[in-house]
């Protein structure tokens, strides 16, 4: 039978006569605070949820209560019979102002099981009532269509799924049968490591292997960025913290995401990276980007020049990098830098990948498409395809193939191990962005919803996930990509 996909927000009224099965099943798919129902609502202003004397009041406070949650873009399942078509049009048009689909689920059971299950309730409906009821249901289904309703005619189909990750749940079920390769390296934002800085960062990175992640990397920020934090959070330089970590990691990839160039001399860059590499044993990586933030530059005494000039300095990097890191220790004379020598001990125990940063399409991707080994792009997919198209085109003008250049992405998911723990995680986190903008923004879903996502990104030709977890406390919390990881191992 196949399934059919109900978005996750959206506006679902669920519409079946009195023993169908509705609040089974929305009880089985949404948190009981995304459902709206009108016997819940008569036990509120009533005796009972079989006080029919309090229907108008209860019914009243359900119109509201939906109105409000519309409002702000939440998840609104409404239990009720669904047979109102004036009700419907009413919260169908409330929806459409919110942006929000409207689905309508038909829960067309049989009449004897209707009737079975009304007769075994403390209070039943009367049979003449649930008799017509079932009558309205033919009429109702054609009323739907011509309001505009998504209708899923059969109940047992449905499958709730989240809108910013349409197709996961179909992708998911791909990579069961047909795993796609890709590899998931943590990036370290925040550190809240209390009295043992040494001891956090070993420990997740134990956490880290644990769970066959492929790697790590830290930000490189000289003040934490309000992005993740506060600016008195910890925010530790990273190479030093890399050089750490590669004497307690024996196999974890090491590297930035990503250093600016105006942090540095390139040549110093050059030696630190390759420092790392060799007392890793040939791990490192390097993230190089242009740098953002004038605030922190100004507060640490660096020049922080125009867009333009800093993009020069990104190109003028790589090419020394490159330089230093090659065999011998003769001269070299290139498009940007001269240098009178390139001797540069100890060298790398392998090649360093290079991987640029920035999304910016006139001039960054063009940097990335000429002299990078990869290129970290955006994960949400419409933006990614824009990038990816302008890369392309970008390698193509530069004579190179673009499958050469390896595509990454940096993710910040909210992960959570079913569906009340993500809206919890979600809530928590959202500070002033409301919860619908912030789940959209940050993929909010289960493993399984992640694991579809992923794939997505997979077939379109990324390589590595940048994963960021925005609620990172401890190696607990890296536990949870263990679901992720095995999937694609």
Known sequence: MPVVTVPDPALVVLVGPSGSGKSTWASARYRQSEIVSSDQLRSVVGSGESDLDASADAFALLDQIVAARLRRGLNTVVDTLGLDPERRRAHAQLARQAGMPTVAVLFGTDAAQCRRRNHDRARPVPATVLDSQLRRMPEAETQLAAEGWAVVRHADEAAVEPSHSAGARAAAASQRSQPAQLSFVLQISRFPWGDDPAGWL???AEAAAGVGLAG?????????????????????????????LAGLTAGLRLGTL???????????????????????????????GAGWWEREHAAFGLPFPPAGQRLDQLETAIETMRALWRQGTRAYAGERVTLPETTFYPRPVAAIPIIVGGS????????????????????????????????????????????????????????????????????RLRGRTSAAVFARQHHAGTAAEHIGRYRLLAQRGVSTVFI?????????????????TAAFG
């Open 360 to 427: 910016g399409e006139r001039r960054t991707l063009r940097i990335a498409a000429r002299l990078g080994d990869g290129c970290n792009l955006p994960a949400a997919l419409p933006v990614l395809d824009r990038k990816l198209a302008v890369l392309r085109s970008h390698c193509e003008d530069a004579g190179r193939d673009p499958g050469e250049l390896a595509i990454t992405v940096l993710d910040v998911p909210v992960l959570g191990t079913d569906r009340d723990q993500v809206a919890a995680q979600v809530e």
């Open 258 to 288: 990503v250093s600016p160039v105006t942090f540095r001399a390139p040549g110093i860059l050059a030696k630190t990276v390759a420092t790392l590499d060799v007392l890793s044993g040939g791990r490192a990586f390097c993230g190089l």
């Open 468 to 484: 960021s977890l925005p609620d990172l406390a401890s190696p607990a919390d890296v536990l949870r990509l263990a679901p992720v």
């Open 202 to 204: 070993a420990a997740v």
């Open 216 to 244: 790590l990397a830290l930000m490189d920020h000289l003040i934490q960025i309000p992005q993740v934090g506060r600016a008195w959070e910890p925010i530790p330089e990273p190479w030093v913290t890399l050089g750490m």
